[in-house]
C-alpha cells in the first residue's frame, strides 16, 4: 500500500480553488436564467390567464380545518420566473461566491414552486401532504447517510448499506410478524450490525478492497432475502404481515398548521432518526470518540502513533454504523411499506451514500440532504398522482437524476476524509 | 492495483511442512495452483449453500425437536435433491450445456466489460443499464432496417454496441470532468435506463402493436441470432461472438497502446498523468468500451432469445451476476471465459433445481456472493482449508475515496 501522505500541498490549490468558484458561479448563473425561461414559458404560459391555484396546508386529521392559499397561476409563475432571472443575473457578475448554493437553492425552491401552481392550475394540491410524505422519505435516506458517514468519518467505505437496509427489513418483518415490534427492530438491528461485521471482517481482517466487499455484500443480501422470502415467506405469509406501528402524536405540537403533520405526528422511528442526528453530531465533534474515530479516518498513522488502537476504532465504527442501517430496514419495512417484497429497497442505500456526499460527511448535513432527496420523491409521488401529462416514469427518475447532480459537484466540491477506503496495515 | 499484503500471508505455515490438503491435491504445480482457491471457494460455498437449503426447510425444521434422524434426514435429502438438479441442469445433457452457455454468453459480454472497468481502476456497477440502452438501440436498428441478416445482424449487434457505450461513457465522461464517482453515477443511471425503458416501450414506433404494457414488437428473422446446435436448443451464435469477444479484449489490453494506457492510469493515475497520458480521455474511454461489450450483451438478449421482444427486465440480474463474473475471473479475459461458464452452469441448473426441486434459484445469487467473498479473501479459504493456495493477482484494488 502507498499511503500518500499529503501535508504543505494544499497550499496552491487556494488559487485554483478561487476560479472554479467562479467558473460555477457562472455555470449556475446559466442554469437560473434557464429555470427562469422555462418557468416564463411554460409554467405561466402554459395556463389561462384567470386560473387559480390551490395549495392545501391542512390534512383530514388536523385539528385546525380547511387552511389553503388560492392564487393566480400566470400571476405566481410569473413573478418567481422574474425572481430567479435576477438570481442569475447576480450570479453572472461573480460577487459573493459564498452564496451560490444558497442561490441555486432559492432558485430551485421558486422553480418546483412555478411547477406545483402549473400542475395544480384550476385544482388542489396537497402541500403539507406532499411535505409530510417528504419527511417521511428522508428517514431512510438519512439513516443510510448517516450508516455511510460512521463508517467512513473512521476511513471505512461502505457500500454495503443497500445490503443492510434489504437484510433488517427482512429480518424485521418476519420477527415483528411473528414476536411483535419490538423484536422486530431488535432484530433488523442485529442483523445490520452482523452485516457491518462481516464488512469490517474482510476489509480490516483479509484486506479485501473496501468496495468489492460492499458490493458483495449487496449481492449475498439480494440473494439471501429472495431465496428466504420466496421459500418461507411464500408458504407462511402470515410471517409477512408486522404488527402495525402506531404514529405518536406529540401534544401542542402536533396542533400547529403545517409544521405539525410533518414533524410531530409520526412513528417513533422518525423522532429517533432526529435524535440520532443530533447524538452523532455530539458525539463526532464533541466526545473523545468522535475525536478519535475522525483521527483515524483522517491519519491512521499519526493516530496510531499516539496509542490509538485504529483497527478496533475501525470495527466499532463499522459494526455501530450497522445498527444505523439495520434500523433504517426496520423503519422501511415496518413503519413505511409494512411487508417485505424482494428487493425493495430499490437503490435507496446508494441514494443515502449520495446524501453522505452532498451533507459533506456532517450529521446534520445528511439529514438536510436527506429532505431534499425525499422531497424529490414525494414531488414524483404526488405529480404523477396529478396527471400533467409528463409521464410519470420520468417524474420517478427525479431523486436518481439529483444524485447525479449532487455527485457530479454542482453543489460544490466536499472534501472526504482523508483515508477514506484505505486499509490500514500496522508495521 | 496496488498490490495487498493481507495479514494473514505472514502467518501461513512455512513452505517445508505442507499440509494434508497440499499433498492430497499435489499442489504444487502452477495450474494446480491457480485452479486449487476457486475450487475449495466453490466447494465452500456449496457447502454454506447446502445449509442455508437445509436450516429454511420449515417442514423438516418443525420435527427437529420431536423427531430429529428424520428431520436431519429430510434436510439431507434435500440439499441432495437440489444439488443433484443443479448438476443435472448444467452439464447432464446437451441441452443442459446448451443451456449452460447460453446462461454465460450475456454473463462473459457484460462481465468482460466490468472487467476493463477495473483494469483501468473503475468500478463499474452499471452494466445493467448498459445493457438496457444497448438493447434499446439494437432493437431499433433490428425494426426499422431491412437487410439481409449478414448485414443485419452486425448493426443490430452494432446498436447493441453503441448504445451501452453512450451509457457507460457518460458515467465515464463525468468521471473525468467533475470527479463524480462512478459506483454511485453507474448505479443512478441503471434506474433512470430502467424508467426510460418502462416509458420508452410504450411509444408508437417500438411497442408491440396490440399491447398496453412497454414490450417492444418482435425483431425481423433477419435480426435473430442463428441458433448453434440445431432450433431445438436454445444456445446460439452470441456464445461465440461472446468468445471472439474474449480475445478481442485479451488484444486491447495487453497488446494495444490505448490497452496500456488503461492499464497504467488504473494502477496509478497520477503516473499515467506525469507519463503524458490524457487522463480524462483514458477514464472516458474505458468506460465506453465497459459499457459497449455490456451494450452487446444487452442486444444479444433481444436478438438471442424467444420471443425477440425488448422490455425493461432484458436484463434480468446479468449486469450485477457480471460483477461477481469479473471478480471471480480476476479481471483477466480468459479466467472471466471461465468464470462466466460457471456462472452460467450455476444459472441453467439453479432453473432445473427450482423445477425440479422445489428450491428457489435466488440461492444461485447467494452462492456467487459467497463464492467471490471466498476468491476475494484468499487468506479465509487458507484459514478453512488449511492450504496455502496461490493468491494469484490480487484482486483489484478500486478503492481510491469519492474524491477525483
Redo the contacts between chains.
Keep these: 500500500m502507498t499511503t500518500a501522505v499529503d501535508l504543505g500541498v494544499e497550499a496552491p490549490e487556494v488559487v485554483e480553488r478561487t476560479s472554479t468558484e467562479e467558473r460555477r458561479a457562472t455555470i449556475i448563473g446559466i442554469i437560473l436564467m434557464v429555470l427562469a425561461a422555462v418557468v416564463l414559458g411554460v409554467f405561466a404560459f402554459g395556463v389561462p390567464p384567470d386560473a387559480t391555484s390551490t395549495f392545501n396546508l391542512s390534512l383530514p386529521t388536523d385539528a385546525i380545518q380547511n387552511l389553503s392559499v388560492s392564487f393566480n397561476s400566470r400571476l405566481f409563475s410569473g413573478v418567481a420566473a422574474v425572481l430567479i432571472f435576477v438570481l442569475g443575473v447576480d450570479r453572472l457578475r461573480r460577487r459573493n461566491l459564498r452564496w451560490t448554493n444558497a442561490a441555486l437553492g432559492i432558485g430551485l425552491l421558486l422553480f418546483v414552486l412555478a411547477f406545483l401552481a402549473w400542475a395544480a392550475a384550476d385544482s388542489s394540491f396537497s402541500l403539507v401532504g406532499m411535505l409530510r410524505s417528504t419527511v417521511i422519505s428522508s428517514v431512510v435516506i438519512t439513516l443510510g447517510a448517516l450508516t455511510g458517514l460512521t463508517c467512513e468519518r473512521a476511513g471505512v467505505i461502505n457500500i454495503g448499506i443497500e445490503g443492510q437496509l434489504l437484510s433488517g427489513a427482512f429480518v424485521a418483518v418476519v420477527l415483528s410478524s411473528a414476536f411483535g415490534t419490538l423484536a422486530g427492530v431488535a432484530g433488523g438491528l442485529i442483523v445490520g450490525a452482523l452485516l457491518g461485521a462481516l464488512l469490517a471482517w474482510l476489509a480490516i481482517r483479509f484486506s479485501v478492497d473496501q468496495i468489492i466487499a460492499g458490493v458483495v455484500i449487496n449481492i449475498l443480501a439480494v440473494g439471501l432475502t429472495s431465496f428466504l422470502a420466496s421459500r418461507i415467506l411464500s408458504e407462511a405469509q402470515n410471517l409477512n404481515a408486522p404488527a402495525r406501528v402506531p404514529s405518536i402524536r406529540i401534544p401542542i405540537l402536533a396542533d400547529i398548521p403545517v409544521i405539525g403533520p410533518m414533524f410531530f405526528d409520526h412513528t417513533f422511528f422518525v423522532y429517533v432518526t432526529f435524535l440520532l442526528v443530533v447524538a452523532l453530531h455530539f458525539g463526532f465533534f464533541r466526545t473523545r470518540w468522535g475525536l478519535r474515530a475522525r483521527s483515524v479516518g483522517e491519519h491512521p498513522k499519526a493516530a496510531d502513533t499516539l496509542g490509538i488502537d485504529v483497527l478496533k476504532v475501525r470495527y466499532r465504527n463499522v459494526i455501530g454504523a450497522g445498527l444505523i442501517a439495520g434500523f433504517g430496514g426496520a423503519f422501511l419495512a415496518l413503519a413505511q411499506i409494512s411487508r417485505f417484497e424482494e428487493n425493495m429497497t430499490g437503490g435507496i442505500g446508494f441514494i443515502g451514500l449520495a446524501a453522505m456526499i452532498f451533507g459533506r460527511w456532517m450529521p446534520f448535513g445528511a439529514l438536510a440532504a436527506g429532505l431534499i432527496f425525499g422531497f424529490s420523491g414525494a414531488l414524483a409521488q404526488k405529480v404523477a398522482i396529478l396527471g400533467t401529462g409528463i409521464p410519470s416514469e420520468f417524474m420517478l427518475m427525479l431523486p436518481y437524476v439529483a444524485t447525479i447532480i449532487v455527485v457530479a459537484g454542482l453543489v460544490g466540491r466536499s472534501r472526504p476524509p482523508a483515508a477514506d477506503g484505505q486499509p490500514y496495515i500496522k508495521q | 492495483m496496488?498490490e495487498?499484503?493481507?495479514?494473514?500471508a505472514s502467518k501461513s505455515p512455512p513452505p517445508e511442512r505442507p499440509s494434508w490438503m497440499d499433498r492430497v491435491t499435489g499442489v504444487g504445480t502452477s495450474v494446480g495452483r491457480s485452479l486449487l482457491l476457486p475450487t475449495l471457494a466453490l466447494i465452500t460455498a456449496l457447502i454454506i449453500g447446502g445449509f442455508?437449503i437445509a436450516l429454511?426447510?420449515?417442514d423438516s425444521l418443525k420435527l427437529l425437536f420431536s423427531e430429529p434422524a428424520t428431520a436431519i434426514s429430510q434436510m439431507w435429502n434435500e440439499v441432495l435433491a437440489a444439488y443433484k438438479a443443479l448438476f443435472q441442469g448444467s452439464v447432464g445433457s446437451i441441452n443442459a450445456i446448451s443451456e449452460t452457455l447460453f446462461a454465460a454468453t450475456p454473463l462473459l459480454l457484460a462481465g468482460l466489460g466490468i472487467a476493463v472497468g477495473f483494469r483501468a481502476g473503475l468500478?463499474n456497477?452499471g452494466a445493467q443499464g448498459q445493457m438496457l440502452i444497448g438493447g434499446l438501440i439494437a432493437t431499433y436498428v433490428g425494426l426499422y432496417l431491412n437487410l439481409p441478416a449478414i448485414l443485419h445482424i452486425p448493426l443490430t449487434l452494432a446498436g447493441g454496441l453503441a448504445g451501452g457505450m453512450l451509457w457507460g461513457g457518460f458515467a465515464g465522461l463525468?468521471k473525468a470532468k467533475?470527479?463524480?464517482?462512478e459506483?454511485?453515477?453507474t448505479?443512478?443511471?441503471?434506474?433512470?435506463a430502467l424508467?426510460?425503458m418502462?416509458?420508452v416501450l410504450t411509444t408508437s414506433g417500438i411497442q408491440d402493436p396490440g399491447r398496453n404494457n412497454p414490450v417492444s414488437a418482435a425483431l425481423p428473422e433477419s435480426a435473430q441470432l442463428p441458433k448453434l446446435f440445431g432450433s431445438q436448443y436454445r444456445v446460439t451464435i452470441g456464445f461465440l461472438i461472446a468468445i471472439a469477444a474474449v480475445f478481442v479484449v485479451q488484444w486491447l489490453l495487453y497488446r494495444s497502446s490505448i490497452g496500456f494506457e488503461f492499464r497504467a492510469v488504473g494502477s496509478n493515475p497520477e503516473a499515467g498523468r506525469y507519463a503524458g497520458m490524457n487522463v480524462a480521455v483514458v477514464v472516458t474511454l474505458a468506460m465506453a468500451i465497459a459499457g459497449g461489450l455490456a451494450g452487446i450483451a444487452g442486444a444479444n438478449q433481444v436478438m438471442g432469445l424467444e420471443p425477440y421482444k425488448a422490455t425493461p427486465s432484458l436484463a434480468g440480474f446479468v449486469g450485477?451476476d457480471a460483477?461477481?463474473v469479473a471478480?471471480l475471473g480476476r479481471s483477466n479475459p480468459i479466467g472471466v471465459m471461465w468464470a462466466a461458464i460457471l456462472f452460467g452452469a450455476l444459472s441453467a441448473g439453479g432453473r432445473e433445481m427450482q423445477g425440479a426441486a422445489q428450491?428457489?434459484i435466488?440461492?444461485?445469487?447467494?452462492?456467487?456472493?459467497?463464492i467471490?467473498?471466498f476468491v476475494?479473501?484468499?487468506?479465509?479459504i487458507r484459514a478453512i482449508w488449511r492450504v496455502k493456495a496461490d493468491d494469484g493477482e490480487t484482486?483489484?484494488?478500486?478503492?481510491?475515496?469519492?474524491?477525483s
Excluded at chain 2, 395 to 403: A, E, I, K, L, M
Design positions: 496496488s495487498v499484503k493481507t495479514p494473514m442455508i429454511s426447510d420449515i468500478f456497477i463525468l467533475t470527479g463524480a464517482h459506483v454511485i453515477t448505479i443512478m443511471l441503471n434506474f433512470i424508467f426510460f418502462q416509458w450485477f460483477i461477481t471478480l428450491v428457489p435466488d440461492l444461485v445469487v447467494v452462492l456467487q456472493a459467497l467471490v467473498i476475494a479473501a484468499p487468506g479465509l484482486v483489484t484494488q478500486v478503492s481510491t475515496g469519492w474524491g
